[in-house]
């Protein structure tokens, strides 16, 4: 394995011997062809998902059940057990009293990341914001564009409580919280793909929050994260494409919004906010410096503003402070306006 992933093998080498025997099924179960081969039950993910976590399979395992599942696309009820196997592996939230969930998997933006913009603006209305997620790679990086906007990270739960009572936001770096699972991102340099955990690590919810939003890469997964969710109890969340798998509203584009409310799927179109742009998100300079001059004023520009207040928006009506989209829409709108004013 290649040297990120040395802990990781560390744990699978020290495992007890003959204990990777008891993951052998979950192989077979999954890889015995197109007639034979069935997705896992709920019980038999978790139990699955916490061998490897343990470290209790072989590396040639790991391989081959995670590429497995990325080939054919994990069910609903897979990544409900997944999930459920995480959260053995990371503290209890200790009262965080987080209303929002905000989820950051994406590993690298090629577009700035607006949506950290948003979630401030919700932090600076009352609604507690925990963020989480991975380091990423590149400039426009979560994490980079949380320090340029004066955001820190958290160290624990208790910082991160902490935050939420003094700013309303706080940001949880997975490694800190949940170091198996961050060694699982980080076979991604080794297999050149992303697996299962890119997608069930956005259902963590590691404060309990009751309300949780959710960006995907690919419209085919919104369903797939609903019924999850479903299976998990979350009362409210809302799943829709984001920009690069991000919670980030295209406010260019219409904007298929499933949300889950007490076991209920219902959806919902947003239509687009800005018409015959030419803002050019593809080319667009990705310096995290811009998005602090635009929560400033010292930029201007109607597009990122739009999927600010967008992104805001679809939370806002998620966490009832809004009845309507139009009511949600205007609510971020003027909540943007007045930023500069506190």
């Given at each position: 394995?290649g040297?990120r992933?040395t802990?990781l093998t560390d ?17 077979r ?6 007639h034979l081969?069935r997705s ?5 993910a ?8 343990s470290?209790?399979?072989?590396p040639e395992?790991?391989g081959?059940f ?9 069910s609903?009820?897979e990544?409900a057990?997944f999930?459920?196997?995480a959260?053995?592996h990371?503290?209890k939230?200790?009262n965080?009293?987080?209303e ?9 933006h090629?577009?700035l990341?607006?949506f950290?913009l ?5 932090a600076?209305?009352g ?8 380091a990423?790679?590149?400039p ?5 564009a949380?320090?340029a ?5 958290a160290v624990?739960?208790?910082t ?5 009572d003094?700013t309303?936001?706080a940001?949880?770096?997975l490694?800190?919280?949940c170091?198996?699972?961050q060694a699982l991102f980080?076979?991604?340099a080794l297999?050149?793909?992303?697996s299962?955990?890119?997608t069930?690590?956005?259902m963590?919810n590691p404060?309990a929050?009751?309300?949780q ?8 997964y919104?369903?797939?994260h609903?019924?999850?969710e ?6 409210k969340?809302?799943?829709f494409?984001?920009g ?6 295209n406010p260019e ?9 007490n076991g209920?799927v219902?959806?919902?179109?947003w ?6 742009s030419?803002?050019p998100?593809?080319?667009?300079a990705l ?11 010292e930029?201007?520009?109607?597009e990122?503003e739009a999927a600010?207040t967008g ?20 609510l ?11």
């Amino acid at each position: 394995m290649g040297k990120r992933d040395t802990s990781l093998t560390d744990d699978l080498s020290n495992a007890a011997p003959n204990s990777n025997d008891n993951f052998t099924p979950y192989i077979r179960t999954v890889a015995r062809g197109a007639h034979l081969s069935r997705s896992l039950t709920e019980s038999e993910a978790e139990d699955a998902m916490g061998h490897i976590l343990s470290g209790a399979v072989t590396p040639e395992q790991l391989g081959a059940f995670l590429m497995v599942l990325r080939y054919r696309k994990e069910s609903p009820d897979e990544l409900a057990g997944f999930v459920r196997a995480a959260r053995r592996h990371f503290p209890k939230p200790k009262n965080t009293n987080a209303e929002l969930d905000w989820p950051s998997y994406a590993d690298r933006h090629r577009q700035l990341p607006y949506f950290v913009l948003a979630a401030k603006l919700l932090a600076a209305n009352g609604i507690r914001v925990l963020m989480h997620g991975l380091a990423g790679a590149g400039p426009a990086a979560t994490r980079h564009a949380l320090s340029a906007v004066g955001l820190p990270l958290a160290v624990s739960f208790d910082t991160a409580r902490q935050q939420l009572d003094d700013t309303n936001f706080a940001y949880l770096p997975l490694e800190t919280f949940c170091p198996p699972l961050q060694a699982l991102f980080d076979l991604r340099a080794l297999f050149g793909l992303r697996s299962a955990v890119n997608t069930f690590a956005r259902m963590l919810n590691p404060g309990a929050a009751a309300c949780q939003v959710q960006g995907v890469f690919h419209p085919t997964y919104i369903d797939t994260h609903i019924e999850s969710e479903r299976r998990l109890e979350l009362p409210k969340t809302v799943v829709f494409k984001g920009g690069g798998g991000e919670v980030q509203r295209n406010p260019e584009k219409s904007c298929r919004v499933a949300m889950l409310t007490n076991g209920t799927v219902s959806e919902e179109d947003w239509s687009p906010l800005i018409s015959n742009s030419r803002y050019p998100w593809r080319d667009e300079a990705l310096d995290p410096v811009r998005l602090s001059a635009l929560w400033r004023g010292e930029w201007q520009a109607p597009e990122p503003e739009a999927a600010v207040t967008g992104t805001a928006a679809i939370a806002l009506k998620l966490l009832g402070r809004s009845a309507t989209m139009a009511g949600a829409e205007a609510l971020a709108s003027d909540m943007w306006q007045a930023r500069l004013k506190v």
